[in-house]
């Protein structure tokens, strides 16, 4: 069993940036993706790291403002938030799974447990 801690979320006004945390308590998969979901909606795809090669994709809506990083010896992932938008505001969740980034939310096995990010205009 794989948990995911996540960490990093809280209130930021718009246009400025936070950065959030998933740490692992082992690396016995392949791809971890970021996730974000608001109320009644349904959960969709930020972005996701491949471990082996640090390779990474990005949502269109946030390309250009959102990193993924990972630091191995920590087993740790980080989304790092910049030029933030009232819109970016929603539950943020990070993901693993053996195989590839994936895009769809059921593809993945193992959940943090979201915090929240809220951006104010």
């Known amino acids: 069993q794989v948990h995911l801690v996540e960490s990093g979320g809280g209130l930021v006004q718009a246009g400025g940036s936070l950065r959030l945390s998933c740490a692992a308590s082992?690396?016995?998969?392949?791809?971890m993706g970021w996730f974000r979901q608001a109320p009644g909606k349904e959960r969709e795809f930020v972005g996701g790291?491949?471990?082996?090669?640090?390779?990474?994709w990005y949502a269109d809506s946030v390309k250009g403002r959102f990193t993924i990083s990972r630091d191995n010896a920590k087993n740790t992932v980080y989304l790092q938030m910049n030029s933030l938008k009232p819109e970016d505001t929603e539950v943020y969740y990070c993901?693993?799974?053996?195989?590839?980034?994936?895009?769809?939310?059921?593809?993945?096995?193992?959940w943090g447990q979201g915090p929240q990010v809220t951006v104010s205009s």
């Open positions: 082992a690396r016995t998969f392949y791809a």
């Open positions: 993901a693993a799974r053996l195989g590839s980034v994936s895009a769809i939310s059921a593809d993945y096995s193992y």
């Open positions: 790291i491949r471990w082996i090669d640090g390779n990474t």
